[in-house]
């Protein structure tokens, strides 16, 4: 226990919701079945606040029950964190219904670290069954586009992760 008036040290890791907003509707999600505040995404002078007043900062996680890259301004979050420490670890966790060749070459460039799926099956019919609406197809095209990309790129990075339920 810290003395009393005693500083705590600055965190390391940040954990940031990009977005309230989802493109799906997932039965496990609080989003579906719970009451929320409207959607919103936060901004990038607010993830700038928050940044500049941790300057400890080792890792940040882009992730929350909204689906990260539906906020426009997600790169832009991944070049404030990379400019405040070059050598931060950035995690971007996602349905992987929004990857496109584009948002790909972004992540590849910006030597983002993990890129997490959202998955909750091991069949497609598990997971359309739970995430309702999703294209499992699209998602496994996205991923071998990813892979063929860090080829291409001659990338390491993002190591693929996948979160089941």
């Known amino acids: 226990m810290p003395r009393e008036g005693a500083r705590l040290p600055l965190p390391t890791e ?3 919701e990009s977005t ?3 493109n799906e509707a997932c039965d496990q999600c609080p989003r579906t079945h719970l009451g929320r505040e409207a959607d919103r995404d936060i901004t ?3 993830v700038c ?3 500049e ?5 080792r890792r940040v996680v882009l992730h929350g029950l909204g689906e990260p890259l539906m906020n426009r301004a997600l790169t832009s979050f991944i070049d404030l964190a990379k400019q405040a420490n070059p050598r931060i670890e950035i995690d971007v966790t996602t349905n992987g219904t929004l990857l496109t060749e584009a ?7 910006r030597r983002v670290d993990r890129l997490t799926v959202s998955m909750d099956g091991l069949s497609p019919e598990m997971v359309s069954s739970i995430r309702i609406g999703i294209n499992t197809s699209k998602v496994f095209a996205n991923l071998e586009r990813l892979e063929r990309l860090k080829r291409e790129m001659n990338s390491a990075r993002p190591i693929l992760r996948f979160n089941y339920m």
């Open 14 to 16: 940040l954990y940031i």
């Open 53 to 57: 007043q941790i300057p400890t900062l």
């Open 103 to 109: 948002v790909l070459r972004a992540f590849i460039e």
């Open 49 to 51: 606040q928050i940044v």
């Open 20 to 22: 309230s907003r989802c």
């Open 44 to 46: 990038l002078a607010e």
